[in-house]
């Protein structure tokens, strides 16, 4: 696998070697020795995630404040635009955004480190996305920043009409939300 730096340190796009053949193609998802030599990090899973959303699905910006999850996620059917946005006050690049678009076709990874938020918009028909995460889902701590806040400026490709559940619909801008310090 291949581990390609991004324009936020931490933040890391992962490209799997892909054995392809007249069979079709294998690679492994998921390394932990890999995974943890190409981020420098010592990270431990403990919960895998598969959400299905149709086109125009916009799920985000979500983070726990406590129990922060990093995440490694991509797509295994379609393709969305996937974004992680720095929300730790303290860094050099708190506020900042890095979006990509992982697919079915391209089968990157993003690794979103714990003390950003997530989210994704869905650009094909529908999308299978798989992600794992380094706590565990603590529902009293989640939090959703607004997926337009004009302070982060993410600049979503068009997926048509956007769908979000509630409770992005009713989600704070980044000024107004607890973060991390
Ligand atoms: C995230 C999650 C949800 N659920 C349940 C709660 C709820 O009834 C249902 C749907 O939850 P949500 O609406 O929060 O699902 P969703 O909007 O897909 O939330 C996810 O969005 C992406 C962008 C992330 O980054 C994830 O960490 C997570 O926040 O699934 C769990 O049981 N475990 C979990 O880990």
Redesign the pocket.
């Known amino acids: 696998m291949k581990a390609i730096a991004t324009a936020i340190e931490g933040v890391f796009l992962i490209e799997p070697k892909v054995f392809g053949d007249s069979r079709g193609f294998f690679f492994e998802s998921f390394n932990q020795r890999a995974f943890r030599e190409a981020t420098g990090t010592q990270h431990e899973f403990v919960?895998d995630?598969h959400?299905r959303s149709s086109r125009g699905v916009l799920?985000?910006?979500?983070?726990?404040l406590q129990q922060p999850?990093g995440?490694l996620?991509r797509v295994v059917r379609g393709a969305v635009f996937d974004v992680a946005v720095d929300i730790r006050r303290s860094s050099p690049t708190f506020g900042r955004w890095v979006g990509y678009e992982l697919s079915e076709e391209n089968q990157r990874q993003l690794w979103?480190p714990p003390g950003f938020a997530?989210?994704?918009v869905v650009l094909s028909e529908s999308a299978d996305f798989l992600?794992k995460?380094t706590d565990?889902?603590a529902?009293q701590h989640?939090r959703s920043i607004r997926w337009d806040d004009p302070s982060i400026g993410i600049q979503w490709p068009d997926a048509g009409p956007l769908l979000l559940?509630g409770?992005?619909q009713a989600a704070l801008l980044l000024q107004d939300a607890d973060v991390f310090t």
């Open positions: 919960q995630n959400s799920r985000g910006l979500h983070y726990q999850q995440k996620v979103v997530h989210g994704f992600y995460t565990y889902y529902p989640e559940s409770k992005d």
